[in-house]
């Protein structure tokens, strides 16, 4: 069964540090894969999508078929980062079947 | 444009009683998702459905119908409500391939007593 994995559930850094939050899908095909942000009080809404290898608020994903990987990364966070994220996972044969991970809480302190 | 709608934002039930949560798009979406979250817990799939009339079980399906008359509406029915299903519920849509962004509700907040 596809899984996504994300094996912190709170990441701590100050204000101006680097920033990655990890996240590893089980699957042997080529599952199109997402980073989803909740700011406080706010809805679930789409971060970023690796088919579009685009860049969202200074955050980029790379995934890395070799390790099932699909990191997010920020070279310097700010506190407005602060939000809960979760990347999730959508596979072709299934375009209906959207997983998520469990999520990590992101706290970026001043 | 509303967007996806929850219905109640909040509710108390006590065990054993029944209720819908009712889940709405304006956007002509064809996918729609039901999610529950559970405290310190990620998202976990409990229906999905592709289009009006296709209901597909996620992971968490048990204790749970869904309906999918029209291509609005992906109401969520718990028959038998049980303090497990105490969680907050989330309805999501997206267009479909190749635009699957899923767009969320506010969330459902359920206490089962």
């Known amino acids: 069964a596809q899984r996504v994995t994300q094996p912190e559930k709170l990441l701590s850094v100050f204000k101006g540090a680097p920033v990655e939050l990890k996240c590893n899908y089980s699957?042997?095909?080529?599952?199109?894969l997402f980073w989803y942000v909740q700011y406080s009080r706010q809805r679930l809404q789409l971060l970023l999508r690796?088919?579009s290898r685009e860049s969202i608020k200074g955050f980029t994903a790379d995934l890395n078929k070799g390790e099932t990987s699909f990191h997010l990364k920020k070279p310097f966070a700010q506190e407005e980062d602060s939000a809960m994220y979760y990347c999730a996972s959508l596979y072709g044969g299934s375009q209906g079947n959207l997983i998520f991970g469990k999520g990590t809480k992101l706290s970026v302190k001043p | 444009n509303a967007g996806v709608t929850q219905t109640p934002k909040f509710r108390i039930l006590k065990i054993g009683q029944s209720m819908t949560l009712q889940c709405t798009q304006d956007m002509n979406h064809n996918y729609m998702y039901w999610y529950r979250q559970d405290p310190g817990m990620g998202l976990k799939l409990i229906y999905y459905s592709v289009g009006a009339g296709i209901t597909d079980k996620g992971e968490v399906p048990n204790g749970y119908n869904v309906s999918r008359s029209t291509t609005e509406d992906f109401p969520l029915r718990l028959e038998l409500a049980a303090p497990s299903q105490t969680s907050v519920y989330f309805c999501?849509?997206?267009?479909?391939?190749?635009?699957?962004?899923?767009?969320f509700g506010q969330g459902t907040r359920l206490t089962v007593v």
């Open positions: 699957y042997s095909g080529s599952p199109e």
């Open positions: 690796h088919i």
């Open positions: 999501a849509s997206s267009f479909g391939h190749p635009n699957t962004e899923a767009f």
